[in-house]
């Protein structure tokens, strides 16, 4: 059964922390893995990450790829308030057209 | 702008009354896609529809349906079989015209969360 996991499921920080969340998979015919950051509703589209070692970076969000060890991480520096969210995680398939999420990591900043 | 619309926002429900959660995307996608969010469960796939006229079950499709007569809309219906719908709902789409990685890259709408009495 494809399964995704993410780690923390939830977590606390005080505004300027590093965070550091994590996914991993086990899944067939692995394309691609996808975060995604959900403040209110509508999940908002972050990275899409297909090769290991390339890091992708917008901003102070940063998340990269390891196919071998099949998890990929998703950095915020010196986070603010705003970035509180649920950050989703997912993996797209080679073959047929759906996403598998995760559970997601809630965070919380505070001031 | 383009985008999807969900409506209604919050939607009650006695049991056993069934009801039709809408989804209308002006982006010009092909894939439509239903989604049932629970805490602590991620997202998990109802229904999702590729062309106008077809669709296929996702992984908990028991106790929902759907219709894609247009390609812009894409409506879920909550049976009365359902045994337990209070949950938030997530409509999405995505452009499939792209060839390898991204082809599933979903754009979502902004929810309709159901609570049955």
């Known amino acids: 059964e494809d399964k995704v996991v993410q780690s923390p499921l939830s977590l606390v920080v005080h505004e300027g922390d590093t965070v550091t969340l994590n996914c991993s998979y086990e899944v067939t015919n692995f394309r691609s893995l996808l975060w995604y950051k959900q403040e209110k509703k509508a999940p908002t589209f972050l990275f899409m990450l297909?090769?290991?070692?390339i890091e992708k970076k917008s901003g102070r969000l940063s998340s990269i790829l390891d196919k071998k060890e099949l998890f990929s991480i998703l950095n915020i520096t010196a986070t603010q308030t705003g970035d509180s969210a649920v950050y989703l995680c997912?993996?797209?398939?080679?073959?047929?057209?759906?996403?598998?999420f995760g559970a997601g990591t809630i965070l919380r900043v505070k001031s | 702008d383009g985008g999807i619309t969900q409506s209604p926002k919050y939607l009650f429900r006695k049991e056993g009354q069934n009801v039709t959660l809408s989804c209308e995307q002006n982006?010009?996608?092909?894939?439509m896609y239903w989604y049932r969010q629970d805490p602590g469960q991620g997202l998990r796939l109802i229904y999702y529809?590729?062309?106008?006229?077809?669709?296929q079950k996702g992984d908990i499709a028991e106790g929902y349906s759907v219709s894609r007569e247009k390609k812009e809309s894409f409506p879920l219906t909550v049976t009365s079989a359902q045994k337990n719908p209070t949950a938030f709902y997530l409509c999405a789409s995505s452009i499939l015209k792209v060839r390898g990685p991204g082809a599933n890259v979903l754009t979502f709408g902004a929810g309709s969360r159901l609570t049955v009495l």
């Open positions: 982006l010009n996608h092909d894939a």
């Open positions: 529809s590729q062309i106008v006229n077809d669709f």
């Open positions: 297909t090769s290991s070692g």
């Open positions: 997912a993996v797209e398939f080679r073959y047929g057209n759906k996403l598998v």
